[in-house]
Every structure is written in C-alpha cells, then in structure tokens.
C-alpha cells in the first residue's frame, strides 16, 4: 500500500542552523500538508500547499518556514534559523485531490530537536 | 474559530472492555471527522473517517459515532485487547478551512492484560 515517508526520522540541531525536513508524498497526490506537535501538545496545522503554491498557511508558518516542491516527488519544509521552540515533531501528510474533506495520509515523523 | 476536546485525557481499563472515547467541537460547519491513532514516538495512523453526511463508520471492532448538530463524535472500542494501547486522536475538517486538520489533544488508553 502506498505510504507517505519522511526523512530524516530524527535530526539534532543547533539553535540558529538552518533545517530541511523531506517528505515523499503518496505518488499520485497533488494536496500537501506539513504539521507539527510539540511535545505534550495538539498537533497543529501549518501549511498546505497545491499547484505548487501556499494554499494557506497558519500564523505558526512564519518567514523562517518556506516550503519546496523541488522534484516531482519530494516536499520539503524549511527553517531558516531554528530556535529552542522549534523542537517538535514534524508530519508530512498528502491528500489525492483537491476536495473539501479529503483524507489526508500522513508520514511517520521528523523528530526535530534543536539544541 | 474551530476548538476540538477530547476526554478523558487518559484512561486505563482491563482487557477485554468495551470502552468509548469522546470527542467534542465548538464548530459544528465540518467536512469531517477522523479518529486517528498514535503509538508513542511515531505518525499518526488513520484509523476512521466520517463524513458530515454520516452518522457513523465502523471498522473491525471501531465503530466511530458523529451528531454533528451536537459537536460530538465518539469512538468505541468492543472487546478491547492489550495491543490497543496508544493515544486516540480526533480531527475536524472545517468548512471554509482551507483543508487543515484541527485536531484534539488526544487520549491515551492503556490496556491492562
């Protein structure tokens, strides 16, 4: 059965480093989402992406997020300067088409933590 | 703005129970719900999706319940075995929110053999 994987599983970073988070959605997908969860936390919503633009991001996703298509399978998320309150785990998730209430099919994981 | 609760926080029940989790939302314009799954350290594993149209969706010994007039959704679990241990989520899709999941915070059931 196809899967969403993330690479990579776990990453260690120093505070101020700059992180990329990889993502191969579900093949023939075209809707992709990045989300987070703090330790002990929800996970939240942070960006979804679709026609290779934002389609909506939260107020979480600001300007040291950017996210990439940069192939025809990889989605990336980057952090441009990571900072202590970024450590969380990171999730890929992809949908097959753009419609209202689609199931989204989410990756195992980053787990980020920056030092 | 869409709010989603999930009680208990945790629960701990003999093997072999039947046991419901609940899930509430303050918003009830919703595409769907979604219960969903995860073991500790890892992703999330969907474990059931319930359309606003549906009144209920199940699969093995999950039935997922949805009153969408009420903000309430349930998950029941039959006859409840040591490997079902792992943390219960719930997730909304809200009407006009663009796709993003809102999720609860979860409740963590522990099986006891």
């Known amino acids: 059965e196809p899967e969403v994987t993330q690479t990579p599983s776990h990453q260690v970073t120093q505070m101020g480093q700059e992180v990329i988070l990889r993502c191969v959605p579900i093949?023939?997908?075209?809707?992709f989402y990045w989300y987070r969860q703090i330790l002990g936390q929800k996970v939240e919503f942070l960006v979804s992406f679709y026609n290779n633009e934002i389609s909506e991001k939260s107020e979480i996703f600001d300007d040291q997020f950017s996210v990439e298509r940069p192939d025809g399978s990889n989605f990336t998320l980057k952090i441009r300067s990571t900072k202590l309150e970024d450590s969380a785990m990171y999730f890929c998730a992809s949908s097959e088409v753009y419609r209202a209430g689609e199931t989204q099919y989410f990756g195992p994981g980053t787990r980020l933590l920056v030092l | 703005k869409q709010e989603v609760t999930q009680i208990p926080a945790a629960l701990s029940v003999p093997e072999g129970e039947n046991l419901v989790l609940n899930c509430s939302f303050t918003d009830s314009a919703i595409y769907n719900l979604q219960w969903f799954r995860q073991d500790p350290g890892k992703g999330l594993t969907s474990l059931l999706l319930i359309q606003s149209s549906q009144r209920e969706q199940t699969s093995g010994r999950l039935n997922a319940s949805l009153d969408k007039s009420s903000g309430r959704s349930t998950l029941y679990i039959a006859a409840s075995q040591p490997g079902d241990s792992a943390t219960y989520l719930c997730a909304v899709i809200a009407i006009g929110g663009a796709q993003k999941l809102v999720f609860g915070q979860g409740t963590r059931l522990t099986i006891n053999p």
């Open positions: 093949s023939n997908h075209l809707y």
